[in-house]
């Protein structure tokens, strides 16, 4: 069994954290470029009339 320190790890580019493989990107690893749904919607700033107050 693999360790999680042993997964290949990149880097958020919205957030600037440190995200580890998860199997569900086995097959597009090279693909992935954010940590979460949340960064990659943020990716060209907050939309128009959006707060997060909400």
Avoid: H
């Avoid at 069994?1 to 997964?7: A, W």
């Avoid at 958020?12 to 992935?32: G, L, T, Y």
């Amino acid at each position: 069994m693999k360790k999680k320190s042993d997964l290949p790890t990149k880097t958020c580019p919205i957030c600037q954290r440190s995200f580890a493989w998860r199997k569900k990107w086995k097959d597009c690893w090279q693909e992935v470029k954010y940590c979460s749904e949340r960064c990659r919607r943020n990716r060209k700033g907050e939309a128009p009339g959006r707060s997060e107050d909400g």
